[in-house]
């Protein structure tokens, strides 16, 4: 079989050419030691019948300016084809180039011919020339650089034909090549580069417009979509379209999938007696249920993403907020992630893989969690009904407002004081951003991303979120009744080791002015967030639907009482519990992910510390001042 | 044939846009370290970064000699948008510093 790395520079229709040659037939991989992804994929079975079983890998590698690497992203292409200890072997480099760029791809091209690597040119947005009444010349630019150079149109697939060809010649007469490192340029040996390069692109592409005359139209639009204040109109517009898409367009489906998970638990729990029935049903199973349930938000969200990347429009969005969000240590490449973890921080993290500068990937990554994502709702629902009855409908939604600025200024303040003590970085990130020319996205070429990201959700966070759900069954349903005696759910769960672990630390919870059963609720709210309900439903022996459920509770959270006599649901001890939702780390599956995307059990591990840490200390403070005034 | 819209835009473009050619790409370190004879020391590290991004803008395409168009700013006043035949770039006010050039 053999190898071939997709090489271009960011925009320049590598992922296009990709998905033209591999279809579905790919997977993402991480780099060793990188949290950055790559794809790997075979021909397509169709094409690669049509060329004698042409047993053809091909490697999508992160979009590089030139080779010498200033990122994560460059560091991985870099290595992928000149590193010595990695178990992908690199026979021949496909290097896509955009007609409309060639003044400048044309020098990583040049680069790479110095390698040793056999070459495969490939020059994409020929159309785009074409529509400029321009002529490209692709003999002459064979001639300049020695090597075979081919057109490909990516939304049609015209060239691909041409491509295996040329691919198929070169592997069938193979020479034996050595691989050298690529050339480092001085400035100087750089600006010469950039001026041949330069005289080359000038001979291959015959335009009738001036040099320097904007040729294309689509750069119009930024008049309004970049203007000073419309900007942001349209900025406002767009991310509300893509937040109400992920939140509401998602709500459905998973509500659905929700159900399924449900009905198979409970059948199951029912056609299997027993303890294997409980764990298959409501360990396993439902464990499965909590992973795949996030998929659709996934699949949406990058759905959006992809159409605002491919589109030319989040380049400029990242541009528009810049310095608001330079403000606080971030830039504009930030928002959009941020931005989705007020649906859910699963796929906001994944999201920030986006992000090239690792340090404001870092930051995004540790407050994503701090926004008010869909699942406490449930709980700020009962807590801000139980201050409020629906009465007062305004001071409910102002407290729910407060809850959600509260969240953002907490992001805001936390990003500042960890890029100045743990990153120790005053400077100011790089931007630096091309801003690619509107297309017309490739549906077809979204949807495949899409799914490809939310594949790539299910096979590496998955096992870990369903190792930690399992845990948290398991101390939930253990120790078990003796044999022969009959207990009801809440004594089972009051009995638990989840439950005996609350006992145990309930004096932590007692000065946030609340008793065992609420510190179990809390240790539950770990599987999810909006299991606290449920939780607490449980504990306090209240049934019924969710809607039962809740004024049910309502009325057992007015009379629980301490053991003295004092009310353990106060003023006090429910803002505390707010404030504490607010801050606090509590989901599993968010743990995992912030593992999986910062590739360290010490980062989650010291953000569940830190944030949980601060949650309590925060909601102690607040509970404490209002129990002093008499609350 | 330009549409009437396409027309006053362009040339509303034009009008605001101003035109340099680049005489030099140079961050403002750099600039610093080669006047101040010895007298201020600069932090290494400070001193990498800026080579660093001065080679990320040659690496864009940015060279002497080149002529280039100040499109716009964007983000409160803090992002410049350039253009350079097909091709545009936003830049930080960092970023700006490192381009030398005359109208």
Redesign the interface.
């Known amino acids: 079989m053999s190898t071939w790395a997709l090489v271009g520079s960011p925009n320049s229709g590598k992922t296009t050419l990709y998905n033209w040659l591999t279809g579905s037939r790919s997977k993402a991989v991480n780099y060793p030691g990188a949290t950055v992804e790559y794809s790997i994929g075979t021909l397509r079975s169709g094409l690669s019948q049509k060329w004698n079983n042409l047993d053809l890998k091909i490697v999508d590698t992160p979009g590089v ?2 080779l ?1 690497p ?1 990122s994560e992203d460059e560091v991985v292409t870099f290595k992928t084809l000149f590193s010595k200890n990695q178990s992908l072997e690199i026979d021949g480099v496909i290097v896509v180039v955009d007609a ?2 060639l ?2 791809h044309l ?1 990583l091209v040049r680069q790479l011919l110095k390698t040793g690597y056999p070459l495969l040119v490939v020059v994409t947005m020929a159309d785009v020339v074409s529509k400029q009444k321009a002529n490209l010349n692709l003999d002459i630019l064979s001639r300049a650089l020695g090597v075979a150079t081919v057109a490909f149109d990516g939304v049609l697939g015209k060239g691909l034909d041409q491509i295996i060809q040329n691919l198929q010649k070169i592997i069938s007469t193979p020479a034996k090549f050595s691989v050298q490192a690529p050339p480092v340029w001085t ?1 100087a040996e ?2 010469a580069q ?2 041949q390069v330069q005289k080359i692109a000038d001979e291959v592409i015959q335009s009738p417009h001036q ?2 005359e ?4 689509s ?2 639009l ?2 309004f979509l ?1 203007h ?1 204040i419309f ?1 942001f109109v349209f900025f406002f517009i767009f991310m509300t379209l893509l937040f109400a898409s992920v939140y509401w367009l998602a709500k459905p489906i998973m509500d659905q999938v929700d159900q399924l998970f449900s009905f198979l638990s409970d059948h199951t729990t029912q056609l299997i007696p027993g303890l294997l029935g409980n764990f298959l049903g409501e360990g396993l199973i439902s464990a499965i249920g909590g992973v795949l349930i996030f998929i659709p938000q996934i699949f949406i969200l990058f759905l959006g993403i992809g159409f605002l990347e491919a589109s030319g429009y989040l ?1 400029r969005a990242a ?6 969000l ?1 403000w606080i240590g971030l830039g ?1 490449r930030s928002f959009v992630p941020i931005l989705s973890g007020f649906a859910c921080a699963i796929p906001a993290l994944m999201a920030t893989r986006n992000i090239a500068s690792r340090k404001e990937k870092f930051l995004a990554q540790m407050i994503i969690p701090l926004m008010t994502c869909s699942a406490r709702l449930p709980v700020y629902g009962l807590m801000i009904g139980f201050l409020y009855s629906d009465q007062q409908p305004l001071m409910a939604g102002m407290v729910m407002a407060i809850l959600y600025f509260g969240a953002l200024l907490m992001g805001a303040i936390a990003s500042r004081l960890i890029s100045i003590l743990v990153l120790r970085s005053h ?2 990130s ?8 509107y297309r017309r996205p490739r549906f077809r070429a979204l949807l495949i991303q899409a799914l490809t990201k939310a594949k790539s959700f299910s096979l590496r966070a998955g096992p870990i979120i369903l190792v930690l759900a399992l845990v948290l069954w398991f101390g939930t349903h253990f120790p078990r009744p003796e044999s022969g005696v009959e207990v009801s759910k809440s004594e089972l769960a009051t009995h638990s080791y989840a439950a005996q672990f609350g006992q145990a630390i309930e004096p932590v919870f007692k000065p946030l002015g609340v008793d065992w059963r609420v510190g179990f609720g809390l240790i539950s709210a770990f599987a999810a967030r909006e299991v606290f309900v449920s939780t607490l439903a449980l504990v306090f022996n209240v049934e019924g639907d969710e809607e039962q459920q809740t004024q049910g509770l309502l009325s057992a959270m007015r009379e629980a009482h301490f053991s003295d006599g004092s009310k353990i649901f106060t003023t006090a001890s429910v803002v505390g519990i707010l404030i504490f939702f607010m801050i606090a780390l509590q989901c599993i599956s968010t743990v995992g992910m912030i593992k999986k995307e910062t590739g360290s059990w010490k980062i989650a591990f010291f953000q569940l510390v830190i944030s949980n840490g601060v949650a309590y200390a925060l909601a102690f403070v607040a509970v404490n001042t209002l129990k002093f005034f008499g609350y | 044939m330009k549409t009437k819209t ?1 027309n006053t ?2 040339s ?2 034009t009008s605001l846009a101003n ?1 340099m050619v680049l005489e030099k ?1 140079e961050s403002p370190v750099a600039q610093l370290s080669s006047q101040s004879k010895g007298s201020v020391a600069f932090d290494s590290a400070e001193e990498d ?1 800026s080579l ?10 940015l ?3 080149l ?1 280039i ?1 100040i ?9 410049t ?1 350039i ?13 700006m510093l490192c381009l030398h050039g005359r109208s």
């Open positions: 300016y030139s010498t200033q409309t760029q003044n400048r020098v400035l750089q600006e950039l001026i040099p320097g904007s040729k294309d139209r750069f119009v930024d008049r970049l000073p900007g380049a541009v528009l907020v810049d310095k608001p330079s504009g400077k100011q790089r931007l630096m951003m091309e801003l690619p020319p | 396409e835009v362009n509303a473009y035109i790409i970064e660093s991004r001065v080679k990320r803008l040659y690496e864009l395409g060279r002497p000699g002529q168009q499109i716009g700013k964007v983000s409160f006043n803090s992002v948008i253009q350079f035949g097909q091709t545009r770039l936003a830049l930080n006010e960092q970023e």
